[in-house]
């Protein structure tokens, strides 16, 4: 390799994001064979290796011929052709890449992603339905298909598609994904609120990850919590 390539530079402030490239089949095979698997370093990974002879693995792979090798090569800035070959694309300063492997971290790119958004589809600020008097911050998202009652205050949060917020409801430092119905009077303070979940009025959630379909009753309270249906802690 030296040889190959005698001059070259030494970076120590790179981050490895831990991105994985794959074939389209290999996403096929992992919603029919491999739902429950919550890492793909520790368990998809070693799976596609230790079966990777077997012979439904090798049906799904007949099902694509993508080239993975063509994609990465437009992304390498070696001209020197080598049949072992390491790509790496080098994220700029225009771009927002960050990463998202724990609750917290997840909740942080969000933020930034609000702080950033008008180099995003969402509008920050004045989009969601039905605005009237309520406040959006600078910093937050609320998707345009979304429903907002009077007197609503969202500050640094993102909101996704098709939610309906009531009146005097609170989202501070939160995300809420798509489908999800919030209650007058509601409070939302430094949470996560997976699709599909519904608050009825009144309720406050502090510090809090609620999981997809979840019903919040109404006036109840819950601080630092996770918040998932029964099936789901079976699993």
Same mark, same amino acid.
């Given at each position: 390799?030296?040889?190959?390539?005698?001059?070259?530079?030494?970076?120590?402030?790179? !981050?490895?994001?831990?991105?994985?490239?794959?074939?389209?089949?290999v996403l096929d095979y992992m919603q029919e064979h491999l739902k429950n698997a919550l890492s793909f370093k520790r368990?998809?990974?070693?799976?596609?290796?230790?079966?990777?002879?077997?012979?439904?693995?090798?049906?799904?792979?007949?099902?694509?011929? %993508?080239?993975?090798?063509?994609?990465?090569?437009?992304?390498?800035?070696?001209?020197?052709?080598?049949?072992?070959?390491?790509?790496?694309?080098?994220?700029?300063?225009?771009?927002?890449? #960050?990463?998202?492997?724990?609750?917290?971290?997840?909740?942080?790119?969000?933020?930034?992603?609000?702080?950033?958004?008008?180099?995003?589809?969402?509008?920050?600020? #004045? =989009?969601?339905? &039905?605005?009237?008097?309520?406040?959006?911050?600078? %910093?937050?998202?609320?998707?345009?298909?979304?429903?907002?009652?009077?007197?609503?205050?969202?500050?640094? =949060?993102?909101? &996704?598609?098709?939610?309906?917020?009531?009146?005097?409801?609170?989202?501070?430092? =939160?995300?809420?994904? %798509?489908?999800?119905?919030?209650?007058?009077?509601? #409070?939302?303070?430094?949470?996560?609120?997976?699709?599909?979940?519904? !608050?009825?009025?009144?309720?406050?959630?502090?510090?809090?990850?609620? &999981?997809?379909?979840?019903?919040?009753?109404?006036?109840?309270?819950?601080? &630092?919590?996770?918040?998932?249906?029964?099936?789901?802690?079976?699993l």
């Open positions: 390799m030296l040889q190959r390539t005698p001059h070259f530079k030494m970076h120590s402030n790179l !981050l490895d994001s831990h991105v994985y490239i794959v074939s389209r089949w368990e998809v990974l070693p799976h596609l290796l230790k079966n990777q002879d077997s012979k439904i693995l090798l049906q799904f792979s007949e099902r694509f011929h %993508d080239d993975i090798d063509k994609l990465a090569s437009q992304y390498s800035s070696s001209p020197i052709p080598s049949p072992t070959q390491c790509h790496a694309h080098t994220i700029t300063g225009a771009e927002l890449c #960050t990463r998202v492997n724990t609750v917290s971290l997840y909740m942080e790119a969000n933020r930034m992603i609000g702080q950033h958004s008008s180099s995003f589809m969402l509008d920050s600020g #004045t =989009s969601g339905q &039905g605005i009237k008097s309520s406040a959006i911050s600078g %910093d937050s998202v609320v998707d345009e298909s979304t429903q907002l009652s009077d007197k609503v205050s969202v500050k640094r =949060s993102m909101i &996704g598609r098709h939610c309906v917020i009531g009146e005097k409801v609170k989202v501070i430092n =939160s995300v809420i994904m %798509d489908h999800v119905v919030i209650g007058e009077s509601c #409070t939302i303070q430094n949470s996560i609120l997976c699709n599909q979940v519904r !608050l009825e009025e009144k309720a406050t959630l502090k510090d809090c990850t609620v &999981g997809p379909r979840v019903t919040i009753n109404s006036k109840a309270e819950h601080k &630092g919590e996770l918040l998932v249906e029964d099936s789901e802690l079976d």
